[in-house]
């Protein structure tokens, strides 16, 4: 049972242009909602987040929107640059009494062309 | 700089053998974590701690168990590998209620012949 599904694999984008990746949840309890980015032989570094009472954060040229209604967020990166070239994996964070555990979803591996 | 280093970058071990993987962390954060990453599957958790001696089995924990005899450091051991525990195995720690998620280390490539 996927909690946290992005469904596009890979995503290609040309230097200077919008990315948008795309994440949606399925379970209520998810109180933030996270993205990492991954690049080859490095473990997931955090980007940025999100708290289920917001609708929008944004650091820099990353934004997140979150739709609690749909049950879904998003990541746009703009403008794109070569260096994001890297796997995202989006994130949610439930308590569960003890720490707070994130599930993962499968990431979506972004591709910036110049 | 906030750091997680894991004892082995590669690792290759024969099936039945009991290994162990090591995970420290510098920034005395109360929980530590183990995932594994697969092609498709994303990160997958394995087991977590949230205090010295203090564990919970996270979604797959069938073949591994941890230890946590000091807050800096967190083990992941399998028993007796098996060809499908081959994986990158991530280790992470985070503080409490931390909205920064988790830090990760770099990953350990294990394959099991």
């Known amino acids: 049972d996927q909690q946290v599904k992005q469904n596009s694999p890979s995503l290609s984008v040309q230097e200077g242009r919008i990315s948008i990746l795309n994440c949606d949840y399925t379970n209520s309890m998810f109180d933030y909602f996270l993205w990492y980015k991954k690049y080859p032989a490095e473990g997931p570094t955090f980007l940025i987040s999100i708290s289920s009472i917001k609708d929008k954060n944004e650091d820099g040229r990353f934004t997140v929107f979150l739709n609690k209604s749909a049950k879904h967020l998003s990541l746009h990166i703009v403008p794109s640059q070569p260096g994001d070239s890297a796997v995202y994996f989006c994130a949610a964070s439930a308590w569960t009494g003890t720490a707070s555990k994130l599930t993962f979803g499968t990431g979506t591996r972004l591709q910036v062309t110049l | 700089d906030v750091k997680v280093t894991q004892s082995s970058r590669y690792l290759v071990k024969r099936t039945g053998e009991k290994v162990f993987l090591e995970c420290v962390q510098d920034?005395?954060?109360?929980?530590m974590f183990w995932y594994r990453q697969d092609p498709g599957l994303g990160l997958r958790l394995i087991y977590f701690?949230?205090?010295?001696?203090?564990?919970e089995k996270g979604d797959i924990p069938e073949g591994y168990s941890v230890s946590r005899e000091k807050k800096e450091r967190f083990s992941l051991i399998l028993e007796s590998a098996s060809t499908n525990q081959t994986s990158m195995y991530l280790c992470a720690s985070s503080r409490d209620r931390a909205t920064t998620g988790q830090y990760f280390g770099p990953g350990t490539r294990l394959t099991v012949t």
């Open positions: 920034m005395d954060h109360e929980n």
């Open positions: 701690s949230y205090d010295v001696k203090m564990k």
